[in-house]
Structures are given as C-alpha cells and as structure tokens.
C-alpha cells in the first residue's frame, strides 16, 4: 500500500525504478522516441556535384586555349572531386600557401570575389572566369577585378572600414613572425596612406573612377599588373 | 605545401593581383620558367604493367628517383619508355602517392618488400598517411621483433669459447641452464629445493595431532620444530649460495642487485638470518612470526624456471594503464554505492551497514558478485540501489578484461613463435648446411672439369671433351671463386677433408718430435679451427669440435722458398696439385708435410716459419 511519506532517497529510487522501466518499453519499440535524424542523413547521401560546360564554350568565354583549360580543369578537378569549391576547401588550399600566418581571411575575401553570382560555392566556370580576367586581362579589367575585392558589400564604395578589413586580412597572412615587428597600427597607418592617394575629393569613400584613375598613373602599379601574365 | 595543391599556384599568383593597388613598393620580377615544362605523358613499363601519367605529375616530388633525372637511367630508347623491374602491384600505391599526394601501405603486402620498394624509388616511409600509418608501423614492430629475436638466439647459442672468464662462464651457466650439465643439475637442485621448502612451509602450519601431555592440537610445525628447522636451514642455504653465486658472475652487479628476480631471492632468505639474530624475545617474536610471512616469496622464485609463469608477469607489466584504470573505475562506484548504500539503510534496525567504510566492503562483495551474504541490505530503497550495484559491477569488471586478456594473448603467441622459431633453426640451418654443400660439390667439379680440359688442351691443343653444360650465371660464379683462389693462394676443400687435416694436424701435436717450425703451423691450424668456431653462427654440439659452415679451410704447408729438404720433396709434389686435375688423394697432401716433417726436424729454422705461407691443400 503506498503511503504518502515518501522520503527524498526514495523518491530517488522510484525515479530510477520508472526510468528503466520507460528504456525497456523503448527497447521493445512500444515506445517511439524522437528519431527525426534519420530523414536528415538520406539527404546528405546526395552530395553536391557540378559538371562545367563544355570545352568549346569555355573556350569562347575566356581568354584561354584549349590546353590550358584542360591543365586547368585537371588540377581543379583534382582537388575538389565534386567539382565546386565551398569556402572551406577554398580556406584550406590558400592556407597551404601560407603557412605561417592566417590565410583565412584573406581567402574569405577572395571567394566572395571569385563566387560572382552568390551562391556559396565557387564552380569551375567562377574559377576559369576569374583566371581569365586575372591572367589574360587588359589593366582596366583587372584593376576593376581589385576594386570588387575591396568593395566588400559590392555597393560601388570603398570604406575606410572595408578597406581596412582588407588589409589586416592581407597582413595576417603574414604570420607573427616578421622583420620589422608587426605593429598594431600598422595596417591602419597602410589604410590612411591608401585613402590619401586614391581618395581625391576626400569624402571618405573610393569610387571606382577614382580607384581607376588613380592607378594608372601609378607606374609601380602599371607595372605590377603585368606581373602574372605568364603564369600559366 | 602539398604538391597535391601544386596545380593551384597558378591561381593563388593570379590571385596576388589583389594585392598591388594596396603595396606601396615596387614588386620584384617573378621567376623566369626557362624550361617550359612539356605536358607529356610518360610511360612507366614496370615488369610489363604499363602505367602512365603526365611528366609534371612525376616532378611534384623532385627528391625521388621518378621525379628526378634518375628515371633516366632507366629509359627504354627502343620503346621510349621507362622500364623498371620491380613489382607492379606495390608501384601502384608508389604512383599513386605522385598523383593523390597520400602514400598508402596496403595490407596485403609483406612489409620488407614494400620497404624496399620505397627505398628504391627514394621515398622516405614517415609520409604514409594517417589512415594506413598504424598498420604500417605495427607490422615493421613485428618485423623488427621477429629479427631481433633470431639475432638474439644467435648470439645465444654460441659455442662456448674456449677462453671465456670463469665470471662469464658461470654466468652463462645461469642464463642458459642447457649450456652444460652442470648447470642443468644446478638448475634442477634449486627447483627442487624451492619446491621442498614452499610444501614444508605449507605443511608445518597443519595441525598434527597432540602430544600425550597437551590438550590442545599442535601444528606439524610445532610437533616436529627440529626437523624443520633442519629443512629450512638446507634450504636458505642452498639459495645463499645460489645468491652469491650470481652475484660473483653478475655482469653488473649494480644492476643484478636491483632486478627483480634478486630482490625476490633476498627477500625469500632474510626472515630465516633475521630469525636466526633475534633472541626469543617475547617482543619481537611476533614481529618474527610477521616475517615468516616472506618465506612465501620462494615461489616466486619459479619463474626463473617457468617461460609462462613470467609471460604473466610481462603481462601484467605492459597492462599496468588497463589495469590501473580498472581500480580506478571500481573505486569510484564503490564509493559512490557505499554512500548510497549507507543513507539507504540508515533507517533500519539494526543494521549491518554502520559507517561508509563498513558499506565498502558490502559493495565490493556485491559489484565482484561475489555476494557472502554478510551483509544485505533489508529496506526496499536499499534492496533497489543494492540491485543496480551489483549490476553495473559486472559491467564496470567486465570492460577492462578483453585488453587484459589481447595483451596477454599477444605476448603469449609471441613467445610460441619464438619457440617455433627454435625447433626450426634446426632444420633450416641443415638446409643452409645442405645448400652450401651443394655449392662446393659443384665448384668442385667445375674445377676438375676446367683443369682437366685445360691439361687435355696442352696437350692435344683442342678440346677433345665437351664440357658439362653449365648455366652461364654458374660458370661465371665458379670463375670468379677460382679467381679468388688464385689471389689468395688458398683453395677451397670441402669438410671432409678439412676435417681430416684437422684429425692430423692434432695426432702431429701430439707427437713429441715438432719442432719449432711445424708448432707454427698446427698452432696456424688449431687457431683456424678456434676461429672457425667463433665465426661460425651454428649451434654445433660441443662433441664435434669441427663442425662448420663455412667451406673456406686452411691447412698450413711450408713455401719453396727455404733451403730444408723438406721444400725439395714438396716440390715434386708441387706439380701434381697445379696443373693436373685433382685426383690425387687428399691423404698425399696430409702425408707429405707429416713425413717430412719428422725426418727434417732438427734442420728446420725460422726461415722457414717466417715464410710460412699458409696454402690449402685441395682434393
């Protein structure tokens, strides 16, 4: 008979004594607990896969040869199987270039660049496309190639914020241990320097006019661009 | 950088073009590629499985013969390809660590075969990848294991040298018992007096019935106090002296006192000296009786004679973290259960369960179901918490077994074939034996057949018989030993013979008439008997002096150089060993320089043994 003076140990045990009792039921599938994962799992079973578009159209969208888009594509498709690129594996290969400093931010910047319709996943099209401009390129699409990287939220302006997000990202990559030492103020003191030269009415933004304008008559900067030309 | 990532340069240079509206300093001049490097396809034909993969592919890794102007040397300029002969199926996994980045090792494979693989196209190991790498460095542990353990056996059974220490031979004598008999009857001795002494200890504590003039029941031990006296006294002693032997022989004595095995050995013989110092005080006594306790430890002084009693031992060592852990988890739930326990029962009538520590013990009798029954818990909470302790004691028990018992599993098959590997040694050396038997025979012939178409040459200036056709590979072989026949001046004979030089040399030791100049050379053939011993890797009994492996046997003979009449009669014999075929019997050979030295005893002189060149006699 049960009496009402349950004390706090016994309250316990009887606790312990239904708990087993619901896990038993359970085991003999009376009981149905919660097991919404399992619909979740099949659909993770699909995984992404891209295939390019043909060579020949390729061909006629970049600036590339034949051979060089199928020593591209081989070397894409080494590395990235499914055939896009996410950020992460983006991440990853760029850190392998820079291995004493971190390459992730930069690299963020740079997949934004690259994955030029938005979708989170840069495909092979995204890839070569850029290379193109990159590469084969006259300077003016490539300086406006470098005005999308800086433009972080791709509103036609150059912040004084979004550029300085750029250039700690481009002094990570350089690691701590540097000659000179690397200073706190330093990517802010690079930032203002850049605003000085680029920014010619002085209203605290770089419109694309003035980014252009600007460095072409830069001769280092001239000159730079035809840096990679014979890359591939 | 992984060169999986190689082909991503491009795009990572490319990409640096963010960088130059930002710098502030003139960029250098990038690399000139001078070579354009051709994007060909390069034939790999390894024993005729053709692989193929393009040229900068290969080049990823530069420090590997396939990546290097290595493959050069192997280039097939009729087929233009590159032949290797090696295994296809391990140089499949090797280009695949070129194309994917990853080396794997696959399972399969034996492990010296692909190590040698790797070695040969210049590939360190240490870049297997994770996924394989375990399995890689277990087998190379089992590997090195099994050849550290034939090294070890080798060095063990050694034929004792003659002129060891009395120190090592003794100590020898108590590492390996089956060196010698007398050690073999050392070792049988103290196993029995370990056996005798554990039983009278055992034994002397049973009650024996009582002595007419007491009441009360006496031990053995008591009743017969002097016979056992006297056995222990013969015990302790024999183990004394066992002691200091082994101690005198010890190699290090520094480390020998502080193994194991002697700790035990001091402590299974100090009660009785300590027995002996102390008087009978009453005091003391009881702490002396504490100390009989310690004669215990005699029985472990059988793992010396028992391989399984100290796998168990080694077992119980390399399980010290699995069983570590499992004291662990087993004094956490007994704590935590006694407590439990404890508040449970608190409330009933006199109960068992007076304190957390008296709740201990019902828990541990209660988690290794062993369940005296002593204590049991009567409230209903107390019966509930009691039925989930002894449930979750079995699980806790349960878990760190299976390690316990793999561990001792490996160690133990581990040890059998090593055993295994003993019973064989005997039957593969007989087969090495057998092999380099067959080897001689054949040079043998070779070299009769050779000289004696060379003698039918000179003389009918062709060749009238047709040599046995031999494999090319053979014949090279065979000229090449007799070139190294003739640089040494030394022949080869096969065992027979030697022995029976041997067998001479030693009756001409022991005739009185040497002189000085033959002690020279039996002493030259009795120390190149001794050095064959030593060489030799066998386990020859001690019987058979000349057992031997090597075929290679000198037999010292007297140079033509020196005026003794001796060189006059060697002389003639000269020309018989050269030119003609080797049919003269060996028992010419050992005859001449027996007779002759005999008569010439007394005109022997140092001239002689200074150009002593040792030449072998041969069939």
Known sequence: MLTMNLEGLEMIAVLVVVVVFVKVLEQFGLLEAGYDDSVEDELELSAVRHRPEGLEQLEAQTRFSRKELQILYRGFKNECPSGVVNEETFKDIYAQFFPQGDASTYAHFLFNAFDTDHNGSVSFEDFVMGLSILLRGTVQEKLIWAFNLYDINKDGYITKEEMLDIMKAIYDMMGKCTYPVLKEETPRQHVEVFFQKMDKNKDGVVTIDEFIDCCQNDENIMRSMHLFENVL | ?619
Request: hydrophobic residues 40%; aromatic residues 10%.
């Open chain 2, 1 to 619: 950088m992984a060169a999986g990532v190689a082909a991503w340069l491009p795009f990572a240079r490319a990409a640096a073009i963010g960088w130059m509206p930002v710098a502030s300093t003139p960029m250098p001049i990038p690399p000139q590629d001078k070579r354009k490097a051709q994007d060909g396809l390069i034939i790999l034909n390894v024993s005729g499985t053709k692989f193929q993969t393009w040229r900068t592919t290969l080049e990823r890794y530069p420090d590997t013969l396939l990546g290097s102007t290595e493959r050069d040397f192997f280039f097939h300029e009729e087929t233009s390809e590159y032949f290797f002969d090696r295994d296809p199926d391990i140089f499949r996994h090797i280009l695949n660590f070129y194309r994917t980045g990853k080396l794997h090792y696959p399972r399969q494979e034996c492990i010296s075969a692909y190590d040698e693989e790797l070695a040969f196209f210049g590939i360190i190991p240490e870049i297997i990848g994770d996924c394989c790498y375990e399995e890689y460095k277990d087998r190379r542990r089992e590997n090195a294991e099994r050849l550290q353990d034939d090294e070890e056996m080798d060095m063990n059974n050694d034929v004792t040298p003659v002129n060891l220490t009395f120190r090592e031979y003794l100590w020898r004598a108590f590492e390996n018992p089956h060196t010698s008999t007398l050690a073999l009857v050392f070792y049988y001795v103290t196993g029995f007096f370990i056996a005798i002494s554990v039983m009278a200890n055992v034994v002397e504590t049973v009650p024996c019935g009582t002595l007419p003039n007491r009441s009360k029941e006496m031990s053995c031990g008591d009743r017969y106090a002097l016979a056992f006296f006297c056995l222990d006294t013969a015990c302790v002693m024999i183990f004394t002296v066992e002691y200091l032997l082994r101690l005198i022989a010890a190699p290090s004595r520094c480390k020998f006192m502080k193994s194991v095995m002697s700790v035990i050995d001091v402590v299974a013989i100090m009660p009785y000296y300590i027995g002996l110092v102390m008087t009978d005080n009453d005091q003391v006594s009881g702490a002396f009786v504490t100390l009989r306790v310690f004669r215990v430890f005699r029985i472990f002084k059988f793992s010396r004679h028992s391989a399984g009693l100290r796998i168990l031992g080694y077992t119980l060592k390399s399980c010290a973290s699995e069983l570590g852990f499992l004291l662990f988890s087993l004094t956490m739930a007994i704590i935590i259960f006694a407590t439990v326990m404890f508040y449970a029962e608190k409330g009933s009538t006199a109960t068992k369960f007076t304190s957390i520590p008296a709740a201990f013990w019902y828990t541990i009798v209660t988690m290794t179901t062993l369940g005296y029954g002593d204590m049991v818990p009567k409230t209903i909470v107390g019966k509930v918490f009691g039925s989930i302790c002894s449930l979750s004691g079995v699980l806790v028990i349960a878990l760190p077994v299976p390690v316990i018992v793999s561990n001792f599993s490996r160690i133990y098959h581990q040890s059998q074939r090593a055993e295994k590997r003993r019973a064989q040694r005997k039957t593969r050396l007989a087969r090495i034996r057998a092999a380099k038997i067959r080897g001689t025979n054949a040079y043998m012939r070779y070299k009769q057949n050779g000289l004696l178409i060379d003698a039918l040459e000179e003389e009918a200036g062709q060749a009238l018989v047709g040599k046995a056709a031999s494999p090319p590979f053979e014949s090279q072989h065979h000229h090449l030993l007799h070139c190294l026949e003739k640089t040494t001046n030394h022949e080869f004979v096969d065992e027979q013979t030697f022995q029976a030089n041997c067998m001479e040399i030693s009756v001409v030791n022991k005739s009185g008439s040497r002189t000085s100049s033959l002690s020279s050379s039996p002493h030259g053939l009795s120390s190149c008997c001794s050095r064959r011993h030593r060489k030799k890797s066998s386990f020859s009994l001690p019987s058979t002096n000349n057992q031997e492996l090597s075929t290679i046997q000198i037999r010292e003979r007297p140079v033509s150089n020196s005026r003794s009449s001796l060189n006059a009669k060697l002389d003639e014999t000269m020309p018989l060993k050269c030119d003609e075929a080797y049919i003269s019997p060996s028992m010419v050979r050992l005859s001449a320089p027996v007779a002759t030295s005999s008569d010439d005893a007394s005109t022997a002189t140092t001239t002689y043994s200074q150009s002593n060149i040792v030449r072998v006699s041969a069939l």
